[in-house]
């Protein structure tokens, strides 16, 4: 079974929900007591379990978010910073930008939507 103090670290800055109220950012976490700021109260701390992650599943990526993190497009950008690298370390350091811009962006990475610890962004009603 998930738990969720173990991915809340990769997702700071990300929407979250607290005790199902009014939605903040994860800004930090200190053991099992994760941080959120909300613009109308500032920062207020709980225990992480009390939070869900407000994610994005994969499929809701468009297709300037596809392009941003084109492989091909980064192996030419790479080659001008570094020519002498071999194919497999610009690989491994692509394949770490993609994750990172991926978290940022806020994309269920780790399958947490079906596991009940985060929320489906796309489907809340705006």
């Known amino acids: 079974m998930k738990d969720i103090n ?3 670290y990769l997702y700071f800055g990300c929407e979250a929900e607290v005790l199902g109220k009014s939605n903040g950012r994860l800004v930090g976490l200190n053991q099992d007591i994760a941080i959120c700021w909300h613009p109308d109260y500032g920062a207020g701390s709980t225990l992480a379990i009390n939070i869900k992650l ?5 499929s809701d990526m468009t297709e300037e978010e596809k392009k941003e993190i084109s492989f091909d497009a980064y192996k030419v950008m790479r080659k001008e910073q ?5 194919g497999t370390e610009r690989a491994v350091t692509w394949a770490a930008k993609q994750t990172a811009y991926l978290l940022k962006q806020g994309f269920d990475l780790f399958n947490l939507i079906p596991e009940g610890l985060a929320i489906d962004k796309t489907k809340l009603k705006t």
């Open 82 to 86: 570094n020519p002498t690298a071999n």
């Open 54 to 58: 407000l994610l994005r599943p994969l």
């Open 6 to 8: 173990d991915y809340l």
